[in-house]
T-cell receptor, first 114, second 113 residues
Framework: GAGVSQSPSNKVTEKGKDVELRCDPI?????LYWYRQSLGQGLEFLIY????????KSGLPSDRFSAERTGGSVSTLTIQRTQQEDSAVYLC????????????FGPGTRLLVL | AQSVTQPDIHITVSEGASLELRCNYS??????LFWYVQSPGQGLQLLLK??????LVQGIKGFEAEFKRSQSSFNLRKPSVHWSDAAEYFC???????????FGKGTRLSVIA
């Protein structure tokens, strides 16, 4: 079936602008994760949604970052007032929510802040 | 807190040679362990995972990994590398399969003829 999809695949923006990154998880998956992959920091967890529970936002690096998940499916990661250090690949993953389940990753959105 | 160390940033092997990628983790309880592979411009693909039971796990593409609790290690192996295996490999640890993962910095594998 269809995997995790993300859009856009690439985004170039100017410092100070807001950006929205979209993630479409695998149908039926209740858990959704956002990670960031940057040269200096490797892969870092950002935020995690599980069903109707309050999201785990413990990985968000600043209050400029926020995410929502509408209808338990699609998720949007928003970065306000982008900075050059926000340049990275943003990866989304989803899983069916069980303890022994696997996180399936999307292809990522490559963000470049000029 | 959990952490993962992949000591080798870059490894080069000849096609047909054996491969071992090292991974050491830090976690107080029995960990959930994963190996993912990332080809250039692609997302992460799961190679294999360990939750419990047999400490030698088989994965896709001919890869296997062995969990050694005494050494806090989960090394990835392949008996004969193919040129298509050139990619970046990430080891990850989690409290379970459905909680955020902590990743190592990755090991880049180059394959030469």
């Amino acid at each position: 079936g269809a995997g995790v999809s993300q859009s856009p695949s690439n985004k170039v923006t100017e410092k100070g602008k807001d950006v929205e990154l979209r993630c479409d998880p695998i149908s039926g998956h209740t858990a959704l994760y956002w990670y960031r992959q940057s040269l200096g920091q490797g892969l870092e967890f950002l935020i995690y949604f599980q069903g109707n529970s309050a999201p785990d936002k413990s990985g968000l690096p600043s209050d400029r970052f926020s995410a929502e998940r509408t209808g338990g499916s699609v998720s949007t990661l928003t970065i306000q007032r982008t900075q050059q250090e926000d340049s990275a690949v943003y990866l989304c993953a989803s899983s069916s929510g069980g303890r022994k389940e696997t996180q399936y990753f999307g292809p990522g959105t490559r963000l470049l802040v000029l | 807190a959990q952490s993962v160390t992949q000591p080798d940033i870059h490894i080069t092997v000849s096609e047909g040679a054996s491969l071992e990628l090292r991974c050491n983790y830090s976690y107080g309880a029995t960990p959930y362990l994963f190996w993912y592979v990332q080809s250039p411009g692609q997302g992460l693909q799961l190679l294999l995972k360990y939750f419990s039971g047999d400490t030698l796990v088989q994965g896709i593409k001919g890869f296997e990994a062995e969990f050694k609790r005494s050494q806090s290690s989960f090394n990835l192996r392949k008996p004969s590398v193919h040129w298509s295996d050139a990619a970046e490999y990430f080891c990850a640890v989690g409290v379970s399969g459905n909680t955020p993962l902590v990743f190592g910095k990755g090991t880049r594998l180059s394959v030469i003829a």
